[in-house]
């Protein structure tokens, strides 16, 4: 259960210090892309200002990015290409295939990839067998898969059970508090 577990969690994606990542060395960040990057199956207009402006901020800092998704293959390339970043897709999460890919494409190790997700049975358990730094944020909106909907009643019992033993990380929304 263990590999349940992120480093961090963080409300949405623009709250998590660029600068904590770069401290730590991370060089390559993997996000997903529904319910972190944008709501469900929305297309790339629908990337908030400040998500486009953390992309942007991350990638000042040196980072290279890399979108991990189990969404249809095209969708994932299109999206990455108008946000110029790298994109795998067409390998399901969690198997360390399509993370493996997405450190290869940025010439990154484990220790030095950030992984950024909605789901702890796919996301953060992807990141975390991968052997990289993991991040759980919150999902976007309730709108999600039937099949998504029902892991998300485990996933919530996974979490309570995990905070009562105080082996969950606090959800985090302004990640300047922390720095
Ligand atoms: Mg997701």
């Known amino acids: 259960m263990s590999r349940l577990i992120p ?6 994606i623009w709250h998590i210090p660029v600068k ?14 529904d319910n972190t990057l944008v709501p469900w199956k929305k297309d790339p ?9 953390w992309l942007k901020k991350a990638q000042d800092a040196g980072m290279d990015i890399c979108i991990v998704s189990n969404g249809g293959s095209s969708r994932v390339q299109s999206f990455a290409a108008e946000l ?4 795998v897709a067409g390998v399901p999460k969690p198997r360390r295939t399509p993370f493996l890919r997405a450190m290869s494409l940025m010439g990154t190790s484990p ?7 909605d789901q702890l049975f796919t996301d953060i358990l992807g ?18 898969f039937f099949y998504t909907r029902l892991v998300r009643i485990l ?7 995990l905070q009562k033993k105080g082996a969950f990380p606090e959800r985090k929304v302004n990640g300047d508090e922390n720095l």
């Open 7 to 12: 480093n961090r969690w963080y409300d949405k």
């Open 20 to 33: 904590d990542l770069a401290d730590i060395g991370i060089k390559g960040v993997i996000v997903d892309l």
């Open 45 to 53: 207009s629908h990337a908030s200002q400040e998500t486009k402006e």
């Open 84 to 87: 110029g970043i790298k994109a």
């Open 111 to 117: 220790k030095e990839t950030a992984v950024i997700g």
């Open 127 to 144: 990141g975390n067998r991968a052997g990289c730094y993991t991040i759980l944020v919150t999902p976007h909106d309730e709108k999600e």
């Open 155 to 161: 996933e919530r019992k996974v979490k309570e059970r």
